[in-house]
Each structure stands twice: as C-alpha cells, then as structure tokens.
C-alpha cells in the first residue's frame, strides 16, 4: 500500500454513519450511564462539570479567602507573589487546600442545578409548541 492512494470520500451516509458510531458508547461504564434515566444523567453531567469548573479557579479561591481573613489591602498587581508565596511555603498543591470540602458541596448543588435547568427548560420548549400548533416559534 502506498501513501499516493486518494483519501477516502466523504458523503453523508459515511458523516451519518461517523456520528452514529460517535454517539456509540464503547466502555462499559459509559454503557451504563447511557441507560439511566435523562435527569440521573442530567445530575452527574452538571455535578462533575462544577467540579471541573471550580477546581480550575480553586486556586484564585484560595487567594481570595486569604485576603478576605488578613488586614492587607487587595490589589490586582500583588497576586502572583501571593500565589508564588503559598507555592514557596507551603507547595504547589497548597493552592488547592481545601478543595475536597468545596467538591462534597460543589457536585449536589451544580448537579441539582443543571438537571432543573435542563428539566424546565424542556417543560418551556413544550408549552412554547402547544401554544404555536406544534410548532416552536424562533
């Protein structure tokens, strides 16, 4: 085989066929969550998405609450050296202290969040089609 044959073609049963092949869980996990009811879904989608969400700014937290527990003046400028210092003193996984405690209360509340959200939103959509003879208005 040589690398001057013509790529393959692409037409819309192979794009169909690639999506569906994409929606296709492959882990045995994913099996699973994919047959829990769509809120259950709903609840560990936006519970895992708060934790992603607040363990990348945990560390701007963490300098936060600093400043809010001492007498020293906030400004925008000394955060860096805020950071370096907590690196220095006390390592670089000190900027997510206590970050296990704000994941136990994180992942119910984003979880809870976004399976309403999602639930009202499609009770909305619905109510927005009965009331335009099954059609939603754009």
């Known amino acids: 085989m040589t690398d001057d044959s013509p ?3 692409h037409n819309s049963n192979n794009a169909h ?3 569906h092949q994409l929606q296709q869980p492959n882990h045995p996990m994913l099996t699973q969550i994919h047959t829990l009811p769509k809120e259950l879904r709903n609840l560990l989608a936006g519970g895992l998405a708060g934790m992603i969400a607040k363990t990348v700014v945990a560390p701007i937290d ?3 609450i600093l400043y809010q527990v001492t007498s020293a003046p906030f400004r925008l400028r000394d955060v860096p050296k805020v950071a370096y210092s907590i690196i220095e003193k006390e390592g670089y996984s000190a900027l997510w202290k206590g970050n296990l405690a704000t994941m136990m209360r ?12 999602d639930r ?18 754009v």
Do not use: C, D, N, T
């Open 106 to 117: 994180v992942f119910p509340y984003s979880g809870i969040q976004f399976m309403v959200f």
């Open 7 to 9: 790529p393959p073609r």
């Open 62 to 64: 963490r300098i936060k």
């Open 120 to 137: 009202l939103k499609m009770q909305f959509l619905q109510e927005r089609r009965g009331a335009f003879g099954g059609e939603e208005a």
């Open 17 to 19: 066929q690639h999506h």
